[in-house]
């Protein structure tokens, strides 16, 4: 029987506050110009009705029904377009930095270790990047020690040779190639494929 644990799932208070903030003053500007849109056009509709010798209404609702569809037709309008701006300025400070990073992680995956990754100060992502940078110098770290072991095998190795064209291979020339193949094997079990 499997246990259900609740997830923890850690959101940038910062960013959480940007974007709570841009919703929240994207709908009230959309219901203040929904109230602005059917005040205006009821009241004309009203002062139209007012004024006209013949009029025919068979309830309240009629007489402000052609008001009340203008003006939330307007404003959704008007919500629409701001929502879209809402949403595009977002995509615009996201995915600009998402693709650096894209690229950042590429070009680490084909073997460039000594190319920092950084984003612009403004820029989101900053945690994403770091770590991403604390991985790349881990990475080049283990390297490096996997290409000190390796020429202190082709040492070793070439010692051996040496010694066999001399026809004199002692024991430590095995012993050191042990040693230096145990030491890049230590290194290389770092990675899991």
């Known amino acids: 029987m499997g246990v259900n644990r609740r997830r923890n799932f850690f959101i940038h208070k910062d960013f959480q506050s940007r ?3 841009r919703f929240v003053s994207t709908t009230t500007l959309w219901a203040v110009a929904a109230i602005a849109l059917f005040a205006y056009f009821s009241k004309k509709r009203l002062q139209d009705a ?3 010798t013949h009029f025919k209404v068979s309830s309240p609702g009629e007489l402000l029904l052609s008001s009340t569809i203008s003006a939330y037709t307007i404003a959704l309008v008007l919500f ?4 879209a701006y809402a949403i595009s300025t977002l995509r615009k400070k996201h995915l600009t930095p998402l693709y650096m990073l894209k690229k950042d992680i590429s070009r680490i995956a084909g073997g460039d270790l000594v190319t920092e990754v950084s984003l612009r100060e403004e820029d989101e992502f900053q945690d994403l990047a770091s770590d991403v940078n604390a991985m790349r110098k881990e990475l ?3 390297l490096v020690k996997i290409k000190e ?3 202190a095998l082709s040492s ?3 010692e051996l040779q040496r010694a066999v064209l001399q026809e004199q291979p002692a024991t430590d020339h095995v012993v050191s190639i042990k040693e230096a193949v145990a030491r ?3 290194h290389l079990n770092v990675f899991t494929c």
């Open 149 to 151: 072991g390796q020429v």
């Open 80 to 83: 629409i377009a701001l929502l």
């Open 184 to 186: 890049m094997k230590e």
């Open 19 to 21: 974007f709570i903030l």
């Open 50 to 52: 007012l004024y006209t």
């Open 156 to 158: 070793a190795i070439s």
């Open 140 to 142: 080049c770290r283990n």
